[in-house]
T-cell receptor, first 111, second 113 residues
Framework: TQLLEQSPQFLSIQEGENLTVYCNSS?????LQWYRQEPGEGPVLLVTVVTGGEVKKLKRLTFQFGDARKDSSLHITAAQPGDTGLYLC???????????FGTGTRLKVLA | ETGVTQTPRHLVMGMTNKKSLKCEQH?????MYWYKQSAKKPLELMFVYNFKEQTENNSVPSRFSPECPNSSHLFLHLHTLQPEDSALYLC????????????FGPGTRLTVT
């Protein structure tokens, strides 16, 4: 069974701090997505990474796909209260259409 | 309407009731999905439809019955549910199965009493 473990599970930080969220698996994925979900809403896609070692930046968010395509990280610089939410990673195995979702990281940024 | 819409947003039903959840996507996608999101558990894929054909049933109990009349609409018919079925039910779509991005609706918060 493919699993995506995210860490930390919960994170509460002050506005302006930096943070990193990790998404790890023993399985290889052909692509990996990061989503953010706010209370009462569905997940919203932030980014897709495809190539091992790939780094993508979205304003203050930096996403990296591991060289072996088994893990990924999300780094937020100078966090803001608007970054608060549940961050989910999801992987797609090559040749399948099954999306495996991670366990989630619940982030709270205090003003 | 844009994106993926779901109705109702909230639903309370008894264990003997029959109800249906509706999902509509306005993105021209060909694949649609039902997910279950429970507290403290990862998102669980329930059903996958590609060009109206069901391609995945992830061992979902028969009290959940999906229907996909066309590529834009997806229903989840509910019958004799259990309290442990209470969860957020999310619909998603993508251009086709296996493509990278999925677009989610806001979900239906279901409570079974």
């Amino acid at each position: 069974t493919q699993l995506l473990e995210q860490s930390p599970q919960f994170l509460s930080i002050q506005e302006g701090e930096n943070l990193t969220v990790y998404c790890n698996s023993s399985s290889v994925f052909s692509s990996l997505q990061w989503y953010r979900q706010e209370p009462g809403e569905g997940p919203v896609l932030l980014v897709t990474v495809v190539t091992g070692g790939e780094v993508k930046k979205l304003k203050r968010l930096t996403f990296q796909f591991g060289d072996a395509r088994k893990d990924s990280s999300l780094h937020i610089t100078a966090a803001q209260p608007g970054d608060t939410g549940l961050y989910l990673c999801a992987g797609v195995s090559g040749g399948t259409y099954k999306y495996i979702f991670g366990t989630g990281t619940r982030l709270k940024v205090l003003a | 309407e844009t994106g993926v819409t779901q109705t109702p947003r909230h639903l309370v039903m008894g264990m003997t009731n029959k109800k249906s959840l509706k999902c509509e996507q306005h993105l021209g996608h060909n694949a649609m999905y039902w997910y279950k999101q429970s507290a403290k558990k990862p998102l669980e894929l329930m059903f996958v439809y590609n060009f109206k054909e069901q391609t995945e049933n992830n061992s979902v109990p028969s009290r959940f019955s999906p229907e996909c009349p066309n590529s834009s609409h997806l229903f989840l018919h509910l019958h004799t549910l259990q309290p442990e079925d209470s969860a957020l039910y999310l619909c998603a779509s993508s251009p086709s199965v296996g493509t990278y991005e999925q677009y989610f609706g806001p979900g239906t918060r279901l409570t079974v009493t």
